[in-house]
């Protein structure tokens, strides 16, 4: 969570500030408290629709017969399946 206070008017009461900063941080732990108490842990089961992710290798040198010119493959594989490919470099 993250707060930012950007004020541009000329002689507002730090006191002001002050009572917006504490208001925002107990609504914030409310809303936490009750959000935990309707999830207290993760679902047993998997939902029908959830997205499935895997991960394969691919050697440098075949990732571009993988990509294609210009995306070309990667493009025909979203078109025909639905499934979207996303690099990710390890080093």
């Given at each position: 969570?993250?707060?930012?206070?950007?004020?541009?008017?000329?002689?507002?009461?730090?006191?002001?500030?002050?009572?917006?900063?504490?208001?925002?941080?107990?609504a914030?732990?409310?809303?936490?408290?009750?959000?935990?108490?309707?999830?207290?842990?993760?679902?047993?089961?998997?939902?029908?629709?959830?997205?499935?992710?895997?991960?394969?290798?691919?050697?440098?040198?075949?990732?571009?017969?993988?990509?294609?010119?210009?995306?070309?493959?990667?493009?025909?594989?979203?078109?025909k399946t639905?499934?979207?490919?996303?690099?990710?470099?390890?080093?």
């Open positions: 969570t993250a707060v930012q206070a950007d004020f541009k008017i000329d002689g507002l009461p730090f006191q002001i500030i002050k009572e917006v900063i504490e208001t925002s941080k107990h914030r732990q409310e809303i936490i408290r009750l959000m935990n108490k309707e999830i207290s842990k993760p679902r047993e089961n998997k939902k029908s629709n959830q997205p499935i992710l895997k991960n394969y290798p691919v050697s440098i040198v075949q990732r571009s017969k993988l990509i294609g010119i210009g995306g070309m493959n990667l493009k025909k594989i979203y078109s639905g499934v979207t490919v996303n690099p990710v470099d390890e080093f």
